[in-house]
């Protein structure tokens, strides 16, 4: 297990292959609009830009069922080691206790801290958050929690199985009573919240499927409040000819094929595989959360760029 952790995580972070950071004065280059016409891509394929959101929905329609199963077909598995890493840089645990004894002494009305998991319908990654907090024993013990975690998917399908799993693994009272877990259907272009609203927001193998990668950074950007933070965990692009003609070879080759086998669904696998090459590199990312208005943004490479983790700041 230490052995797969080591090769999940790299040290490559930020604007270069070794900076630990990018300083604020040291931005990328200017980047285009992300949507410059009528058409998208949807994988290899052209499609309008109002045809694409219809179709990312259907593909995730028909894995909801074995989201599980998708991400380790994709992944070979070091999903649960990415996201893992994902909450240890979120740094949600420590936060929490503080919050907690913070809110002992002064019974805040409002919660201490709000966490926002987009495009996280079926709650893998806001379980660990539940988890991190405390939340599922402050359920158990109490009517209210200072933490609260939303969880927001534009597919009503996925977030079905969110909450049934989050039901069965917690019980009723985190979602009736304390409401530190909920589910919430929206679109990360234009979310249903209130400007300032939430201290963190997360987004894992989501952003390359929204339509408008801008206007979702714009609106990550609005509904975080002053000093909080943003965090994408995706999908990119291998700088080693050698190893990404290695990683090609099984993303094309074995990916769609097990997808047929084990879902019988060889065509949702295909656009997942090809809407990785078309998404934004590291660079490029950067870039734009810098164009979205963040601060200090850098990124940290795992398993030699095949997924990356950006990071960026609302400044105060």
Same mark, same amino acid.
């Given at each position: 297990?230490?052995?797969?952790?080591?090769?999940?995580?790299?040290?490559? =972070?930020?604007?270069?292959? /070794?900076?630990?950071?990018?300083?604020?004065?040291?931005?990328?280059?200017?980047?285009?609009?992300?949507?410059?016409?009528?058409?998208?891509?949807?994988?290899? #394929?052209?499609?309008?830009? #109002? &045809?694409? #959101?219809?179709? *990312?929905?259907?593909?995730?329609? /028909?894995?909801?069922?074995?989201?599980?199963?998708?991400?380790?077909?994709?992944?070979?598995?070091?999903?649960?080691?990415?996201?893992?890493? !994902?909450?240890?840089? &979120?740094?949600? +645990?420590?936060?929490?206790?503080? /919050?907690?004894?913070?809110?002992?002494?002064?019974?805040?009305?409002?919660?201490?801290?709000?966490?926002?998991?987009?495009?996280?319908?079926?709650?893998?990654?806001?379980?660990?958050?539940?988890?991190?907090?405390?939340?599922?024993?402050?359920?158990?013990?109490?009517?209210?929690?200072?933490?609260? *975690? &939303?969880?927001?998917?534009?597919?009503? +399908?996925?977030?079905?199985?969110?909450?049934?799993?989050?039901?069965?693994?917690?019980?009723?009272?985190?979602?009736?009573? &304390?409401?530190?877990?909920?589910?919430?259907?929206?679109?990360?272009?234009?979310?249903?919240?209130?400007?300032?609203?939430?201290?963190? %927001?997360?987004?894992?193998?989501? !952003?390359?499927?929204?339509?408008?990668?801008?206007?979702?950074?714009?609106?990550?950007?609005?509904?975080?409040?002053?000093?909080?933070?943003?965090?994408?965990?995706?999908?990119?692009?291998?700088?080693?000819?050698?190893?990404?003609?290695?990683?090609?070879?099984?993303?094309?080759?074995?990916?769609?094929?097990?997808?047929?086998?084990?879902?019988?669904?060889?065509?949702? %696998?295909? %656009?997942? *595989?090809?809407?990785?090459?078309?998404?934004? =590199?590291?660079? #490029?990312?950067?870039?734009?959360? +810098?164009?979205?208005?963040?601060?200090?943004?850098?990124?940290?490479?795992?398993?030699?760029?095949?997924?990356?983790?950006?990071?960026?700041?609302?400044?105060?």
């Amino acid at each position: 297990a230490a052995a797969a952790a080591a090769a999940a995580v790299d040290s490559n =972070t930020a604007g270069s292959s /070794s900076d630990a950071s990018v300083p604020k004065n040291n931005r990328s280059a200017q980047v285009g609009d992300y949507v410059t016409g009528p058409t998208t891509h949807f994988g290899y #394929e052209d499609v309008s830009i #109002e &045809t694409k #959101e219809g179709r *990312v929905r259907e593909v995730f329609e /028909s894995v909801a069922g074995n989201y599980d199963i998708m991400n380790d077909l994709m992944s070979g598995g070091l999903h649960r080691l990415w996201k893992d890493e !994902l909450l240890r840089m &979120t740094g949600v +645990e420590a936060v929490a206790k503080a /919050s907690r004894r913070q809110a002992a002494h002064n019974h805040p009305a409002d919660p201490l801290m709000s966490i926002l998991d987009v495009a996280g319908g079926t709650g893998d990654v806001a379980f660990r958050f539940v988890d991190a907090a405390g939340c599922a024993e402050r359920s158990r013990s109490s009517g209210s929690d200072e933490i609260k *975690v &939303t969880v927001c998917d534009i597919n009503p +399908e996925m977030l079905r199985v969110g909450e049934k799993r989050a039901r069965d693994r917690y019980g009723h009272a985190l979602l009736d009573d &304390t409401k530190a877990l909920s589910f919430v259907e929206g679109n990360a272009q234009h979310l249903p919240f209130d400007d300032e609203q939430f201290d963190l %927001y997360t987004i894992a193998f989501g !952003l390359r499927n929204v339509t408008d990668v801008d206007m979702a950074l714009r609106d990550a950007y609005r509904v975080l409040k002053p000093g909080g933070r943003y965090l994408c965990l995706e999908f990119s692009h291998v700088p080693n000819p050698a190893f990404q003609a290695i990683y090609d070879a099984y993303s094309f080759n074995v990916i769609p094929a097990v997808g047929e086998m084990v879902a019988d669904d060889r065509a949702s %696998y295909q %656009y997942l *595989v090809e809407s990785i090459r078309k998404f934004s =590199t590291q660079d #490029e990312l950067k870039a734009r959360l +810098e164009k979205a208005g963040f601060d200090n943004v850098e990124y940290t490479n795992m398993a030699g760029g095949i997924v990356a983790v950006h990071s960026g700041w609302k400044p105060l």
